[in-house]
């Protein structure tokens, strides 16, 4: 009989939480498609087109040992400006890629921080999470109105947007290092992807901040609203919908499947990302996302709500980004990159632009290393050590991507009335090529100083697989642990 009530009792869970999961998607379906979409049979073309030429490079670039996201890259600039045939995406097909990678790349990084290691830290680790990444952003911002003559708000737009690392390249290569036991001993690979967690956040929230005002065309009480009550607002109502949605996340009693809380994380942060873009509060998506998954791993480590879940452990959230990796290999990471490189239109943007878009981009560099070296005082750490910071703290690459052409197509769409309007366009293209250059020039060399300066300047601990923290956070369901015990 009680088999029998159990066996109900798991039925009518399973139903509802697919019946939950199904009216999720439908309304994520409602805020991507917010209005009518025409989609004709050249977009589709081109979309596929794209999508197995950028997935296939990658595949070839990655079996040389070359990150994948690169081979995408180029593939989209050839079929921009190869001329075989005149290759467009619709503008809206390049948006929805943006925001829904973005969304993708917090997701991966809420279920990566690992927040032992940060408070383990200490103050070391809030330095190099703020200091690098803002003085960039304002080194950037003052090139850029030096070299370009490019106006303030703008210029710290650009400086935010190539200010963020990639974890796509330092999340899996300080991986390496630590199941190899390099710099283990002091936490190093630990501390670098900590920081790298939330260094994305803080460039994020300083350009939804900063190009929010560039596009402001309303009086001087309005630009003091946008940056006076806006902001804070946007940091409110995230971290609220982050807390709330990682409570949902953490209830797996109702979603015991692996793919089932995999997909409700998906669904959640499309939901947070898209509907908070549609009232126009674009940066409190981003917030709630990357709160999610830290308030999940919490309450999981500290059983806030054991009525409620069905696991012990951290390990649901190391799942639930192995899923949503997959989806950002074979999906996500292909369209981002390949439709960020069909952007890039060397007829457009004049070849001096480039030149001086590769100042820009070394200039902020430089100042970003000299920054990190000294952030990093504090830790007992030996001058190789911290030079191997450094170089770590370098490569840029996702989040470039996701929002690079995003200030050229706010311009076309909210300062048409303008009497600079081609200025601003001429800008908004400055921006784009800045962008990609710091892709194609950073995220190599970044890939090679970790995979070459780590052996050379990292000292070796033999015994650090079995110290590595994946190792540490197995977790076993409750009946598997009941079995176990004695």
């Not at 923290?469 to 009941?482: F, G, I, S, T, Y």
Request: aromatic share 8%; hydrophobic share 50%; with cysteine.
């Amino acid at each position: 009989m009680t088999s029998t009530a159990t066996t109900n009792t798991l039925l009518v869970r399973d139903v509802l939480s697919t019946i939950f999961i199904a009216f999720s998607g439908c309304i994520c379906l409602y805020l991507i498609v917010d209005d009518a979409l025409v989609i004709s049979s050249t977009a589709v073309v081109n979309f596929s087109i794209l999508w197995i030429s950028s997935l296939f490079s990658g595949y070839i670039f990655n079996s040389f040992g070359i990150p994948p996201l690169l081979g995408s890259l180029i593939s989209g600039i050839i079929l921009k400006n190869a001329k075989i045939n005149d290759f467009n995406l619709p503008l809206r097909f390049e948006e929805d890629i943006r925001t829904i990678s973005l969304c993708t790349i917090l997701l991966l990084s809420s279920c990566e921080i690992d927040m032992d290691a940060v408070l383990k830290s200490g103050w070391i680790s809030l330095r190099l999470t703020l200091l690098p990444g803002i003085v960039e952003a304002f080194t950037v911002a003052g090139a850029s109105v030096w070299i370009i003559g490019m106006p303030l708000t703008l210029a710290l737009s650009l400086g935010f947007i190539l200010a963020a690392v990639s974890p796509a390249i330092v999340v899996p290569g300080m991986v390496q290092l630590q199941h190899l036991g390099y710099g283990v001993e002091k936490a190093i690979p630990s501390l670098i992807m900590a920081a790298a967690s939330f260094d994305d956040i803080v460039a994020i929230t300083g350009f939804t901040i900063c190009i929010g005002l560039a596009m402001d065309t309303g009086s001087q009480n309005s630009l003091a609203l946008s940056v006076f009550v806006h902001g804070p607002v946007s940091v409110f109502i995230g971290v609220a919908s982050g807390i709330v949605s990682g409570i949902l996340l953490a209830m797996t009693r109702y979603c015991s499947a692996s793919w089932m809380r995999s997909v409700i994380a998906i669904e959640l942060a499309v939901l947070m990302t898209f509907g908070y873009k549609r009232i126009h509060f674009d940066g409190c998506g981003a917030i709630a996302t990357l709160v999610m998954g830290v308030v999940a791993h919490i309450i999981w480590k500290q059983q806030r709500v054991k009525d409620y879940t069905q696991l012990s452990g951290t390990d649901f959230l190391v799942r639930i980004g192995m899923n949503v990796n997959v989806l950002w290999d074979i999906i996500v990471r292909p369209l981002l990159f390949g439709s960020i490189g069909a952007a890039f239109d060397t007829e457009v943007i004049p070849k001096d632009n480039i030149f001086k878009s590769i100042a820009i981009v070394i200039t902020g560099l430089s100042i970003r290393i000299l920054t990190a070296f000294f952030c990093t005082f504090g830790k007992d750490l030996t001058h190789n050590e911290r030079f191997f910071v450094c170089l770590s703290w370098t490569p840029k690459a996702t989040v470039q991507a996701a929002l690079a052409a995003l200030p050229l197509a706010m311009i076309r769409k909210n300062l048409s009335e303008r009497n600079d309007f081609d200025d601003m366009i001429a800008f908004g293209e400055s921006i784009l090529a800045t962008a990609i250059l710091a892709i194609v020039i950073t995220a190599p060399l970044g890939l090679i100083a970790i995979q070459i300066a780590g052996p050379m300047l990292l000292s070796r601990t033999d015994d650090a697989e079995s110290r590595s923290p994946q190792r540490q956070d197995k977790a076993l369901p409750d009946v598997e642990q009941k079995k176990s015990s004695p």
